[in-house]
């Protein structure tokens, strides 16, 4: 199992953060590796990565399906790969305090099956710098499109 998390201050208000964030498809772009992604309904979609390691090509599916919205704090999600065998959970909160807000995202997977073993550690090295890169540029995102809230 693989566990990353990655938290960011953002000058803006909790409710700036929420409404771009309650919006999958906002981040679902900013995964490092997105090829496109499909809503099937409100709280499932199917995402679609293509990524290089070393010479090699590969494309991996997966499922993710919102499991809580707790507005304007907390988004749960659960993660299971349909083209391998993976599955797994994340977290985005938003808590603020001044004026200014502390957003963190939480991303677990686990890989089964015989690739499991050679997955693990692949995982373990990446998924950290996915988590903390998708977080940063969420971040940077709501700050360039923060508007006022009333």
């Known amino acids: 199992m693989a566990i990353a998390s990655h938290s960011v201050i953002i000058s803006a208000s909790v409710e700036n953060v929420w409404e771009y964030v309650s919006q999958i498809e906002n981040w679902a772009i900013m995964v490092p590796a997105y090829k496109e992604h499909e809503q099937i309904d409100e709280q499932k979609s199917v995402w679609t990565f293509e990524g290089n390691m070393k010479g090699f090509k590969k494309t991996v599916k997966m499922e993710l399906n919102v499991t809580e919205f707790h507005e304007p704090s907390m988004i749960r999600f659960e993660l299971k790969g349909l083209t391998d065998n993976f599955t797994g959970s994340g977290t985005f909160t938003a808590e603020e305090t001044a004026e200014q807000t502390t957003m963190t995202g939480t991303i677990e997977v686990n890989a089964g099956g015989l690739t499991g073993a050679v997955l693990t550690p692949v995982i ?25 809230v009333r």
């Open 124 to 148: 373990k090295m990446v998924l950290p710098k996915v988590t903390t890169h998708l977080t940063e540029k969420i971040a940077r995102q709501v700050k360039q499109d923060k508007v006022p």
